[in-house]
C-alpha cells in the first residue's frame, strides 16, 4: 500500500444521501482520513455520487424518479449542497478543495480529454483535492457514463492512478450473490483479468445509487487497462482509508495484469 502514491476514491450515494446531518458526518468521516493519508506523500482524486439524491433530500422526494428533465433539476439543486459539505468537511482540516464536472464526450474528445487531465494535474500539483462528478445537469440518457463507478475508473485511466477504491454499502466480491445466498464467500484478492462479468449476476442497487456489483468489476476491468490495482470496501467500516492503508484486508483487492 505504500507504494500506491496517486488514488482515485469513489464515494457511492448509499453512504452520503440518508440525510442531509447524516450525509455530512460520513463526509467528514472520511475527509479526515483522506487528509492524514496525504500527508504521507500521497494525493487523493475524489469521485462522488450523490447530488440527485441531494436534491430529493431538499425536496423531500422519497423515491428517485426516471424522469430526465427532473433528474437534471435534482442535480443541479443538490450539486451545491453535496460540495457545500466537501467544503467545509475539507476546510476543518484547512484543505482546499476543486468542484470538477465531466461528460462523456469529455472522455471522448482528445483536445477536451487532454485539458481535464491537465486540469485536474494542476490541481493536485497545487495541494488541492478535485471533488469529481458527472454534469448531470447536461447529461442526457444517451451520454450519461450510467454509473460514477465507470466514471471513476475513466478517471483512474485519465490520471494514471495506482489505486482505485470504491467505497459502498457492499462488503467486497463474492463468489456469488450475497443478497441471495447466505453462504456467499467473501473474495479477498482476485487477477481481474480472471473474472468474466458475464459469469457474474449480482446487479443488485441501492435504492440512492445507479449501479450494482456488476458495474464495479465492468469500472475495476477499466481501471486495470492502465495498471490500476482496486479495492472494493464497504464505507460503512470505522475507519475504512486507515485501515486500508494500514495493510487490513478490507474489501476484495483485484490486481491487474501488467500495464
Known amino acids: 500500500m505504500q507504494n500506491f502514491k496517486k488514488i482515485v ?3 457511492g450515494s448509499s453512504l452520503i444521501s440518508e440525510n442531509k446531518s447524516l450525509s455530512y458526518k460520513r463526509i467528514k468521516e472520511l ?29 423531500n422526494i422519497k423515491n428517485k424518479p426516471k424522469d430526465l ?33 465531466l ?41 450519461k457514463f450510467g454509473d460514477n463507478d465507470t466514471l471513476a475508473a475513466m478517471v483512474a485511466n485519465l490520471v494514471g492512478a495506482d489505486l482505485m477504491i470504491i467505497l459502498t454499502d457492499q462488503n467486497g466480491f463474492f463468489d456469488k450473490n450475497p443478497d441471495l445466498n447466505k453462504d456467499a464467500t467473501l473474495i479477498k484478492k482476485c487477477n481481474i483479468a480472471e473474472i468474466e462479468v458475464s459469469d457474474y449476476d449480482s446487479n443488485s442497487k441501492s435504492k440512492f445509487g445507479t449501479g450494482g456489483f456488476t458495474t464495479k468489476i465492468k469500472a475495476v476491468k477499466i481501471a486495470a487497462k492502465s495498471g ?3 479495492i472494493v470496501a464497504s464505507g460503512y467500516i470505522k475507519d475504512v482509508l486507515k ?14 495484469n501488467k500495464k
Open 31 to 59: 475527509s479526515e482520513q483522506v487528509v492524514k493519508i496525504i500527508k504521507t506523500d500521497k494525493e487523493f482524486i475524489i469521485v462522488t455520487s450523490g447530488a440527485i439524491s441531494q436534491g430529493q433530500n431538499l425536496l
Open 228 to 230: 490500476t490495482t482496486s
Open 103 to 143: 461528460t462523456h464526450d469529455d472522455m471522448n474528445n482528445a483536445d477536451r480529454y487532454l485539458n481535464a487531465k491537465a486540469t485536474i494535474e494542476k490541481i493536485l500539483k497545487l495541494g488541492v483535492i478535485p471533488i469529481i462528478n458527472e454534469n448531470d445537469v447536461v447529461a442526457t440518457d444517451e451520454i
Open 243 to 256: 485501515k486500508i492503508f494500514d495493510g487490513e484486508e478490507i474489501g476484495t483487492i483485484f490486481l491487474p
Open 69 to 101: 428533465d427532473l433528474l437534471q433539476a435534482l442535480a443541479a439543486i443538490g450539486q451545491q449542497q453535496l460540495m457545500g459539505m466537501y467544503e467545509n468537511s475539507f476546510s476543518n482540516f484547512d484543505v482546499l478543495t476543486a468542484q470538477v464536472l
Open 9 to 11: 476514491l469513489k464515494i
